[in-house]
């Protein structure tokens, strides 16, 4: 397989626009995907991924911009001339061919003459049984790579769904792509499959060194397997960044609602002119240099709320617990804010965190909840993010 040291080849998106009759699916993306890594195209169904990955794919054509490979323009190429390759959600594998037919076939095309895949005809050819010796090789190779050699004479219909999926990425891989699109490839598995699948599919990522493009809509997929997150909404691009970069500091109140699971508390605030925010009659510091009576909406990553012991000095909501809810090595505490229209909020500890408070007596119907400033984020009413200044005594 192509090693990332032989220099892998980026994808460059420039400009791309796309319309379906009066509707504008993609309204100007920029991207420079590097090569060797792993992208993920991430955002709410109909906004666009899959048309961008098909307009990669050469499947689609744009109206607009341009698209190169490796830094050569390809928008001229047909998809079997740009040396890409592509794995869709539904794996279209062929179930009257074995695994090992399924995985032969791109190779069987490139390599063998239309008389020479005849039925009856093809035994004339004199050198057909070499060039099919050398794809079988290639064949059992990638499949001993997916760990489905012992799968090769079985037919599509009697494997399980990660193997059938397998099957459609060793398709994938024998063409030897210089880049690998794949759209939602994992969704029609179950959950632990799914879970399977994502480290399967980074260690894959790892051992190729080649270029991954992938299409999901479900967040933790994008967090999970990828070296950057492009998310998308409604045709443009929101933020491009690590997945780090994309928790940590979102740019825009909408990429804070869409990344985090539970996903972000947010709260309706004011600002005082003080370097503070007012919320719930609690006084967030972290406002400064913005314009008293500001509208703002203040973000907390659940992580970011603890039960406060009874004396702390930091910033306290008071909150009426609804539900406790147990995952086994944390707990999400589900509550309202009552002097904040009820607005609902998650808590997410540890189960020792959890303990301790218990007996500490700090989690009843009324729990007081301690903000700590680095799970804080600042949004103005334009939903864009406000650059958040830490004082000394908030942690
Ligand atoms: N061939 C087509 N003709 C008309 N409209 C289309 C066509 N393909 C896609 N669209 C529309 O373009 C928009 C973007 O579609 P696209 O398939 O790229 O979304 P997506 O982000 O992949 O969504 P999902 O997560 O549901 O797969 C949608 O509103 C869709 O209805
Ligand atoms: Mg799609």
Not at 149 to 162: F, K
Not at 237 to 250: E, F, M, N, R
């Amino acid at each position: 397989m192509r090693k990332s040291e032989e220099g892998a080849d980026g994808v460059a998106l420039a400009g791309i626009v796309k319309s379906f009759g009066a509707t504008r699916v993609l309204d100007g993306i920029d991207l420079a995907i590097e090569g060797g890594e792993f992208l993920t195209l991430v955002g709410p169904s109909g906004c666009g991924k899959s048309t961008l990955l098909r307009i990669i794919a050469g499947l689609e054509t744009a109206d607009g911009g341009t698209v190169a490979i490796g830094g050569r323009r390809v928008d001229h190429l047909r998809p079997d001339e740009r040396d890409v390759a592509m794995v869709f959600q539904s794996y279209a594998l062929y179930p009257h061919m074995t695994v090992a037919g399924n995985i032969a076939t791109p190779l069987e095309l490139r390599r063998l003459t239309l008389a020479e895949r005849l039925p009856l005809v093809r035994h004339l050819s004199p050198r057909r049984p070499r060039v099919m010796r050398g794809i079988m090789a290639e064949v059992r190779a990638v499949a001993e790579t997916l760990q489905i050699g012992h799968l090769l004479d079985r037919r599509p219909a009697q494997l399980s769904g990660g193997q059938r999926q397998r099957v459609a990425l060793g398709r994938a891989m024998v063409r030897r792509p210089r880049v690998f699109l794949m759209d939602e490839p994992l969704s029609n598995l179950d959950a632990a499959l799914r879970v399977h699948m994502r480290s399967e599919l980074a260690e894959l990522h790892a051992r190729l060194g080649i270029t991954f493009v992938y299409v999901t809509h479900d967040q933790v997929e994008a967090m999970t397997m990828s070296s950057r997150v492009a998310l998308m909404d409604r045709g443009r691009i929101l933020q491009l960044g690590t997945p780090s970069d994309l928790y940590d500091h979102p740019a825009t109140l909408a990429v804070a609602r869409f990344i985090g699971s539970p996903p972000i508390n947010l709260i309706e605030g004011e600002s005082d002119g003080a370097g503070g925010v007012r919320i719930d009659g609690a006084r967030l510091p972290i406002a400064q240099g913005v314009a008293g009576g500001t509208r703002v909406t203040v973000g907390i990553r659940p992580e970011a709320l603890h039960p406060a012991p009874p004396r702390h000095d930091g910033p306290v909501l008071r909150a009426r617990l609804k539900r406790a809810e147990n995952l086994g090595a944390e707990w999400l505490l589900h509550a309202i804010l009552p002097d904040s229209a009820g607005t609902a909020v998650v808590a997410r500890i540890t189960a020792a965190e959890h303990e301790a408070a218990q007996r500490a007596g700090l989690i009843g119907e009324e729990l007081a909840l301690a903000v700590s400033a680095s799970g804080m984020h600042l949004f103005g009413a334009d939903g864009a993010r406000i650059a958040v200044r830490r004082l000394a005594g908030a942690a």
